[in-house]
C-alpha cells in the first residue's frame, strides 16, 4: 500500500463519529523490546494497537485505577475517581464517578 493510498484510505474510513485522540507513548527499551515481541507473536499486530489494547484493559480494570490512584493521584485526592462496573442493555462497562 502506497504512502498516499493509505492516506486516502485513513480520510474515507467511517469512524463512527467517534473522537480519535493520538496520544505518542514513549517507552524504554526494554518496554519496546517486549512490544515487539508481542507484535510478532500476534502474527505482526501493530505496537501502537497492542498499546491501545493494554490501556483500554488498564483503563476498563477498577483495580488498576484504584492501584494508579493510590500510588501517583496522594496530592489530587480531590479529583479520584471510583470506577464502577455498570450493566446497560446486557452489556457491561466501567464509568468513572467522581467522589
Do not use: C
Not at 517486549?34 to 505482526?44: F, P, W
Not at 490512584?69 to 467522581?98: I, L, N
Request: hydrophobic share 35%.
Amino acid at each position: 500500500m502506497s504512502v498516499q493510498s493509505a492516506k486516502q484510505s485513513a480520510q474515507t474510513r467511517g469512524m463512527g463519529n467517534k473522537r480519535v485522540a493520538r496520544i505518542p507513548v514513549s517507552t524504554t527499551n526494554e518496554y519496546d523490546k517486549k512490544l515487539t515481541r508481542l507484535s510478532i507473536a500476534t502474527g505482526g499486530m501493530s505496537k501502537s494497537k497492542i498499546v491501545d489494547i493494554v490501556l483500554r484493559i488498564g483503563l476498563d480494570s477498577p483495580n488498576v485505577v484504584e492501584f494508579i490512584q493510590e500510588q501517583y493521584g496522594a496530592q489530587y485526592e480531590e479529583f479520584h475517581v471510583t470506577p464502577m462496573v455498570v450493566s446497560t442493555d446486557g452489556k457491561k462497562e466501567v464509568v468513572y464517578r467522581s467522589r
